[in-house]
């Protein structure tokens, strides 16, 4: 099976900056999308960024401050967060859709990781 594996999430102060990193390990045929996703208390999880070959989008309230990028050989795709605001606060969730057969589909959910942005 596929796992997704998050990283670097943690406590900063605003206008810092923290990189997450989500890498995709197991029986993986090929990998479609990745994207990152978030969730503050009390509100609906939204989506962060997303990267598809080698095309990009951006919720607007992270254009100019976040960049998603991605390493294909290491199935890992990164958001790097700069100038972060308290409101950036929430758990991140990386999101995985691809193939582990030439035939059967996944998609996955990372297990989340905090980012709190406060002084």
């Known amino acids: 099976q596929v796992q997704l594996v998050e990283s670097g999430g943690g406590l900063m102060q605003p206008g810092g900056s923290l990189r997450l990193s989500c890498v995709a390990s197991?029986?993986?045929?090929?990998?479609?999308?990745m994207g990152w996703y978030r969730q503050a208390p009390g509100k609906e999880r939204e989506l962060v960024a997303i990267?598809?070959?080698?095309?990009?989008n951006y919720a607007d309230s992270v254009k100019g401050r976040f960049t998603i990028s991605r390493d294909i050989a290491k199935n890992t795709v990164y958001l790097q967060m700069n100038s972060l605001k308290p409101e950036d606060t929430a758990v991140y969730y990386c999101?995985?859709?691809?193939?582990?057969?030439?035939?059967?589909?996944?998609?996955?959910w990372g297990q989340g990781t905090q980012v709190t942005v406060s002084s």
């Open positions: 999101n995985v859709h691809g193939r582990y057969t030439e035939y059967n589909t996944f998609g996955l």
């Open positions: 990267i598809t070959g080698g095309s990009t």
């Open positions: 197991g029986r993986i045929f090929s990998i479609n999308d």
